[in-house]
């Protein structure tokens, strides 16, 4: 029996807990063991393109020896077939490698025993996806000894590799390499002798133009050296070997061996230093086995240190797992990152329960560069699979411990990630009588965030879930039991009967729900606690409590008072309550329904960008000026006038000029001859809360608060009559609104137009607007018969950190069909007629719909103006927002569409103006500069006598286009920066304040640095100078250095994204005394006040502008409410009783 201190103090960790949770989470999904063996043995696991799960391995047979082991599952933990492989010599056969193939063959490499010859051979197998062989080779090596493969790897055509060890006749032991084609046969073989002792290859890996080999050699009786060796894939002709080994003769080991996209070569593992003992060694090689760098971690003094694994992921950082040794807590798992150029990014250790032996073994890494590990960790008793997740920045995300069936000791040995997003651990458990092969599948999961609002446009609860305490006896406590089974399906935790009796209630079936342990690490043993005063109470059954997740269209709180009649079989469900501030506009066209690209609608659930929450934080303030560069604005507009009565002084437009006809805007209220640019300000900024026309997204609250949102500017650039824009007009009116001793300073540009040529000067005035801080928001464009869908259109396929690029999305809040795409495509903003509604150009009152990606753009504008009016120095900030900050915030927080990350039709999904707002509210959240101006110095050579090209639309620095002939140079800097007690989600460079080069043939003029490594006090930066020195069209000398020379002032900037939340922070509960349904109604609505409520009540249904449309009193707690007579829209519903008000806001169908 378990005791806890306090039950108080429980609650404050279980909630504290929950809430750290909430995001992301793993559960255990399923867990299998098969085989037999007497003693630890390792296995391998890999997945195939189906996410199926395939080991490796040894098993036992009858006679007491092993023989070959090979199983696959599927996604769901079903053994769809497992197969044995004997040699013919009958004694010991096993498994040290598999491979699966995109058709799903199996390959499979390890030893055999064969009675011809009495030795282990090389045996390498194919099976199809069924499990049936398809060929078997065994290979004897030149002198008839012992042989056994140990790594194997296939290419692209289908051949595979297998690398070996061979005993020759001297009882060394050499390299082998074979290669065999997809049939079988042998293609070559190759034997590596170093030093006619012994070499044994642990690893290799295959590129398009080498082979590399990996393991160690023997130097001396007690002396082992790193020893790799590379081989031309084709015709397996030897290339080059190398050596790599510790200050001190030892036994230094290679553990394994990766390659990246450049076709560079990593390997890992443990070489021994007399002042140190043995060190983790990690060397990066290319191609030809030359040393580009080596790193060698040292945890503490003479402690042991021993890399087993190691991964490079899409940004060349190379990340080692393994352990180190302590003097108080055994080994520890350790994991270390590196950077491209070795420079070591982070470190991470665990140390298991027990305080003891934590060992980690295997690495893996995600799409998105997330580093999973795993290994064995010591509980304080038997040893477990313990498998961790970290972010690639090193935050561990997190960690998940097994303990096998039988709880005897657990050792994972390898892990893979299959294409359904799920975790794959394989390894060995301990049984009464031995081992059996375990696999075990982990999955994640997102809690979707989606907040209700009440009549009064309060937040008051997450969507599409309910909290439900079960009573006890009807829960599966075996499932509970699993501790880390955190995440199932309702069927899993409840019994049949509960299910039945709760699809009954409701009408569907919810046996599949997605369901979340509220109190994971809780089982049924959790029941006794003693207090701070040393009282014995007993916890409640808090372990029978769940979150559950509804489906899309079901009433939070109907299911909630439907499942609250089951009792005692339910002791209790209710919403999930949050609590956050609100207001609504009284806009008719947004009340009405008619904007479902701001928030969600009865017809388009999906469309919006959330703005109801981003309004709680900021509708926008004067002192963001935005510049509309289009057809003109309609600025007489209702919707535009702050006191009603449409002239320019009154207009919310507050700058502006014609540049095609190079006149002022104010004196002309009609200078929108098409409409399209008074529709994109409609979007953008009408007035909002005004109780006219549409909102605005940043049109400030409205009525006497005298608050009218940000200012709009008039950049019209557009020919008269016509859509044609030129070069001229647009270029100007970008250079003027990016000035700012000209009065204008524009924070935001909106561009809704492009052009299929690249314009030198238009990306001139482009990246100069980039230089004055300008957000700069452009179309990616509309698929016509001259456009393709993923062609090049400008402004917005310039530089990703000039402009933020906007696609379109549709109804259901995808990519909309005509949306050109790709091409550093950010993300896609509403822009279809069906949810976008606007203001119209030819009137003083009326309102349009609007479409394409023009309309995409000013949801991006306005939702960056809003950004930007929050996070000011004015509201007690201590920077503002830089161009690249409110880019990266809207892509990082963006619904996601398609693929998890970035892909090319949604670029990083739809935006998200209310998790925008959130993440850069202020006490929680901010985005904080640092900058550091640096000197350059020691910057090192990579590249010499190189052709670079100066483009054609730049003549920098005295420099004409043209080719020349450079060294390259880059330079490296650590700035150090100061967050106090926060914690960084998040960084990024600001080239927009940066003054260094990129690493690129074509000399774009523009700073493009890099950011290598960050942590809590310091990051690393980099980038390239160049050094030219002869003109190759002119053929003489040109001795210049770009951007800067070195002693020069560099300046280096980037931002960090930090969290100032509070933990254990618990949010309060909002009033659930009342219940009204259905919700939405057709024709009547049930009032229930939940409770005993004596007296008289009375009961008013009104529209949002608060005209009462219906009045009732009673003196039940119960009512029936006819509204049939009603038109379709929102209503608020309000009960007053003697002692309160209950509100509630009601959709009548």
Not at 643 to 667: A, E, H, Q, R, V
Not at 857 to 871: D, I, K, Q, T
Not at 923 to 948: D, F, G, M, R
Request: aromatic share 10%; proline share 3%; with cysteine.
């Amino acid at each position: 029996m378990k005791t806890l201190t306090k039950i108080s103090a429980l609650l404050v960790v279980i909630f504290a807990y929950h809430f750290l949770q909430a995001q992301q989470m793993v559960s255990e999904h399923w867990q299998d063991n098969q085989g037999s063996q007497a003693f630890f043995q390792k296995s391998v696991v890999r997945t195939d393109a189906s996410g199926n799960t395939h080991i490796a391995g040894a098993t036992l047979n009858q006679n007491g020896n092993y023989d070959l082991y090979l199983a696959k599952y599927n996604a769901s933990g079903v053994l769809l077939w497992d197969v044995v492989y004997a040699g013919a010599g009958g004694w010991h056969d096993a498994a040290t490698d598999l491979r699966v193939d995109a058709s799903g063959n199996v390959y499979v490499t390890g030893s055999v025993f064969t009675s011809s010859n009495d030795s282990n051979d090389v045996v390498t197998l194919k099976y199809n996806a069924s499990g049936v062989l398809q060929w078997d080779e065994i290979y004897n090596g030149s002198s008839s000894l012992n042989d056994g493969g140990t790594s194997l790897q296939l290419d692209a055509s289908g051949n595979v590799y297998v690398s070996a060890f061979t005993q020759d006749a001297n009882n060394g032991s050499d390299f082998l390499l074979l290669k065999y084609n997809n049939s079988g046969s042998l293609l070559l073989n190759q034997q590596f002798d170093l030093n006619n002792v012994h070499d044994v290859p642990v690893s290799l890996m295959v590129t398009s133009t080498r082979l590399a080999i990996a393991g160690a050699t023997q130097v001396g009786v007690t002396d082992w050296d790193y020893l790799y060796v590379a081989y031309h894939p084709v015709n397996g002709s030897y290339i080059s070997h190398s050596t790599s080994t510790g200050g001190t003769a030892g036994f230094d080991k290679v553990h394994d061996l990766q390659t990246d996209a450049s076709g560079n070569f990593y390997l890992t593992g443990t070489v021994f230093n007399a002042s140190t003992g043995y060190d983790i060694l990690t060397v990066k090689l290319d191609d030809n086995l030359n040393v580009i760098w080596s790193a060698n971690y040292n945890s503490t003094s003479t402690m042991n240190d021993v890399g087993n694994a190691l991964a490079v992921d899409n940004a060349g950082n190379v990340i080692v797992t393994g352990f180190s040794e302590t003097s108080t807590e055994g080994t520890n798992y350790v994991t270390i990152q590196y950077n491209s150029s070795s420079t070591q990014q982070w470190v991470k250790t665990f140390n298991g329960e027990g305080n003891a032996a934590d060992t980690a073994r295997a690495i893996a890494i995600d799409a998105n560069d997330n580093v999973f590990i795993t290994g064995s960790s010591f509980n304080g008793s038997t040893e477990d699979f313990y498998t961790a997740k970290y972010k690639s920045n090193g935050t561990e995300l997190w960690g998940i411990a097994f303990n096998g069936i039988y709880n005897g000791s657990d050792r994972a040995f390898d892990i893979a990630l299959d294409s359904l997003g799920g975790v794959l651990v394989s390894g060995q458990s301990q049984t009464q009588t031995g081992f059996e092969y375990a696999t075990v599948r982990y999955e994640e999961y997102t809690n979707t965030y989606i907040p209700v609002l009440d009549s009064n446009d309060m937040p008051i609860y997450n969507d599409r879930e309910l909290i439900v305490m079960f009573d006890s006896a009807v829960v599966n406590k075996a499932e509970v039991n699993r501790i880390h089974k955190r995440f199932g399906l309702l069927e899993e935790f409840v019994d049949t009967t509960t299910i039945n009796l709760v699809n009954a209630k409701l009408g569907l079936d919810l046996s599949r729900a997605k369901t979340i342990k509220v109190f994971d690490w809780m089982t049924t043993a959790d029941s006794l606690s003693i207090t701070r005063l040393g009282d014995t109470i007993k916890i409640p059954p808090f372990w029978a409590t769940f979150v559950v997740k509804l489906p899309t269209g079901l009433d939070v709180m109907e299911t909630a008072d439907s499942l609250n009649t089951l009792r005692p079989t339910v002791y209790l469900a209710e919403p999930n309550y949050i609590g956050f501030l609100t207001s609504l506009p009284n806009d008719p066209e947004f009340t009405g329904g008619n904007q479902a690209s701001l928030h969600p609608t009865q017809q388009y659930s999906n469309a919006h960008i959330n703005m109801d929450s981003a309004w709680d934080i900021s509708t926008g303030n004067s002192y963001i000026k935005v510049g509309v560069f289009d057809t003109g604005i309609n600025w007489a507009h209702d919707d535009f006038s702050t006191d009603g009565s449409n002239t320019w002084n009154g207009s919310k437009i507050k700058g502006g000029w014609d540049f095609y006809n190079n006149l002022p805007i104010n004196n002309f209220m009609g200078n929108d001859h098409i409409g399209h640019g008074t529709k994109v300000a409609g979007v953008l900024g009408a007035l909002r809360n005004n109780s006219k026309n549409v909102a605005g997204i940043s049109g400030g609250n409205g009525g006497g608060s005298n608050d009218f949102g940000t200012e709009l500017h008039n950049m019209r650039i557009s020919e008269n009559n016509s859509y044609n824009i030129y070069m001229n007009s647009a270029i100007n009116a970008i250079v003027t609104g990016a000035t700012n001793s000209n009065g204008y300073g524009l924070h935001i540009m909106n561009h809704s137009w492009s052009s299929t040529n690249s314009s030198g000067m238009l990306k001139f005035a482009v990246h100069f607007a980039n230089l004055n801080h300008v957000s700069f928001v452009a179309s990616s464009g509309n698929k016509k018969e001259y456009i393709l869908h993923v062609q090049q259109l400008y402004p917005a396929s310039y530089f990703d950190d000039w402009v933020m690029k906007v696609g379109a999305s549709d109804t259901a809040g995808v990519k909309a069909g005509f949306s050109v795409y790709a091409n550093s495509l950010d993300f896609i903003a509403p822009g279809v007629t069906e949810v976008v509604k606007t203001l119209a150009h030819n009137s003083l009152n009326g309102s349009v719909v609007f479409d394409g990606t023009s309309a995409a753009a000013p949801h991006v504008s306005g939702v960056a103006s809003l950004m930007l009016s929050r996070h000011n120095t004015q509201q007690g900030y201590a920077n503002n927002l830089a161009p690249e900050d409110v880019e990266n915030i809207l892509e990082k927080y963006a619904y996601d569409k398609y693929t998890p990350g970035y892909d090319a039709f949604s670029g990083w999904g739809r935006i998200n103006a209310g998790k925008a707002l959130h993440m850069i509210n202020m006490p929680n959240y901010e985005v904080k500069h640092v900058a550091s101006v640096q000197s350059i110095s020691n910057p090192s050579l990579v590249q010499q006598a190189c052709t670079v090209m100066v483009p054609n639309d730049y003549y920098m620095q005295g420099v004409p286009p043209g080719m020349y002939i450079a060294d390259v140079y880059k330079v490296t800097v650590t700035v150090s920066h100061n967050i106090g007690n926060a914690s960084i989600f998040n960084a990024w460079v600001r080239n927009s304040s940066s003054s260094l080069w990129a690493n690129s043939i074509i000399l774009n003029p523009w700073s493009d640095i890099t950011l290598e490594s960050y942590n809590n006090s310091s990051a690393t930066l980099s980038a390239y100078i160049y050094f030219v020195w002869w003109d190759v069209l002119q053929q003489n000398f040109y001795l210049k250095w770009l951007p800067k020379t070195p002693g020069d002032a560099a300046k280096w900037a980037y931002s960090l994204h930090l969290s100032h939340v509070p933990q254990g922070e618990e949010d309060k509960e909002s009033d659930n005394r009342i219940s009204v349904f259905p919700n939405p109604a057709n024709t009547v609505l049930n009032i229930q006040l939940n409770g005993t409520t004596s007296g008289s009540k009375q009961i008013e249904l009104s529209s949002l502008e608060g005209k009462i449309l219906l009045t009732a009193f009673t003196k039940e707690n119960t009512s029936v409410l006819d509204i049939a007579d009603l038109a379709k829209g929102l209503y608020v519903l309000k009960v007053k009783t003697e002692d309160d008000t209950f509100v509630r806001k009601i959709i009548k169908q």
